[in-house]
């Protein structure tokens, strides 16, 4: 089993930053990458980013420029460098350890993002 556990967040004023961090233990054999979801209020769940086990990152439009995933193999922690941070940006953001069969098979607690205007 994975285990995946979540710290930082918490509240920012807008253009404000905030790093994120997943730890992950147990058993990482099989997973191909870590990913970050975020979701706000009455909205669904959406990707943000992710970075895989070769260290290939992935962005969502919207986030591209204000956003970095990056990982610290030695640590087995992903970070989410969040810049430029925006009202809209205010969600309980989430970190995902994806198997090489493209599904999820653990995540973190989720951790509260607010960004006030």
């Known amino acids: 089993q994975v285990q995946l556990v979540q710290s930082g967040g918490g509240l920012v004023q807008a253009g404000g930053s905030l790093t994120l961090s997943c730890v992950a233990s147990?058993?990482?054999?099989?997973?191909?990458?870590m990913d970050w979801y975020r979701q706000a209020p009455g909205l669904q769940r959406e990707l943000v980013a992710g970075?895989?086990?070769?260290?290939?990152?992935k962005y969502v439009d919207a986030m591209k420029g204000r956003f970095t995933v990056s990982e610290d193999n030695a640590k087995n922690t992903v970070y989410l460098h969040m810049n430029s941070l925006e009202p809209e940006d205010t969600a309980v953001y989430h970190c995902?350890?994806?198997?090489?069969?493209?599904?999820?098979?653990?995540w973190g607690q989720g951790t509260q993002v607010t960004v006030a205007s």
């Open positions: 970075i895989t086990r070769r260290g290939v990152t």
């Open positions: 995902a350890a994806l198997s090489d069969w493209g599904t999820y098979i653990a």
């Open positions: 147990g058993n990482m054999n099989g997973i191909d990458a």
